[in-house]
């Protein structure tokens, strides 16, 4: 049986309120707010205002129609484990993104082989989200730089090969990529984020990508330095 072109939550989860609901739409600056208070000056990732980004760029693709629904269920479920750490009896340890490596390696949670049963760790989940992440960084940067006429599918699937194609395999990155071609206009899609005209949000992304991309490189960083970005 062929495998879906991402791979869905255990169990069919319902959106909670915050992600979901026309009155909660999503807001470019909304993000833009959430990761520029992710890095403190000691270049830690906040994993409170992590989520929070998250939450709204789920509810971007919430929004972009069926093609990216096995994604937002994904994200959605990787956010929920995330908030269940940071909410738990040692939520304290999950402030950061550098303190949550540092207990879970201390205490042997990562889990470095393949599971067996145990529950997913922190940065296990975060890596899933963080791969996503790139690819979003990715595509949105196309559309900010792409010219009027260019198509969405093409900047799409780009960003797809170079980011989250690594980690599917050949028949699932066929599904993806034929799904992309049903992706609207470049317009369409700057416009559907809440942030004025087409070149209003051009501008607003020219403000946002590099907090994302500052995020992303602080984590990257940090999983490359502790051999924990191929975790099964």
């Known amino acids: 049986r062929a495998p879906l072109p991402f791979p869905p939550a ?3 989860l319902p959106f909670p309120p915050a992600m979901a609901g026309a009155e909660n739409g999503f807001s470019l600056r909304e993000v833009l707010s959430a990761f520029q208070t992710c890095v403190t000056e000691r270049r830690e990732v906040l994993l409170e205002p992590y989520l929070r980004g998250w939450r709204g760029l789920i509810r971007f ?3 972009l129609g069926a093609v990216f629904s096995l994604i937002c269920k994904d994200a959605v479920a990787k956010v929920q484990i995330m908030e ?13 993104l550098q303190s949550m490596v540092r207990h879970e390696l201390a205490q042997g949670l990562v889990g470095f082989q393949p599971r067996s049963g145990r529950p997913d760790s922190g940065c296990r989940t975060v890596l899933r989200l963080h791969r996503a992440l790139r690819w979003l960084e990715l595509f949105l940067e196309g559309l900010r730089t792409a010219k009027h006429d260019s198509r969405t599918s093409v900047i799409c699937t780009e960003s797809y090969n170079a980011s989250l194609a690594a980690h599917h395999p050949w028949l699932v990155q066929k599904v993806a990529t034929a799904a992309f071609c049903t992706l609207p206009s470049r317009d369409a899609f700057l416009e ?3 942030a004025g005209t087409a070149e209003e949000a051009v501008a607003m992304l020219g403000e946002a990508l590099p907090c994302i991309r500052d995020v992303y490189g602080i984590t990257q960083e940090l999983f490359a330095q502790h051999g924990m970005l191929d975790l099964p």
Do not use: F, I, K, V
């Open 10 to 12: 255990p169990a069919p």
């Open 61 to 63: 693709l919430q929004g």
């Open 84 to 96: 269940g750490h940071c909410g738990g009896e040692q939520g304290d340890r999950y402030t950061s």
């Open 192 to 194: 559907s984020m809440n």
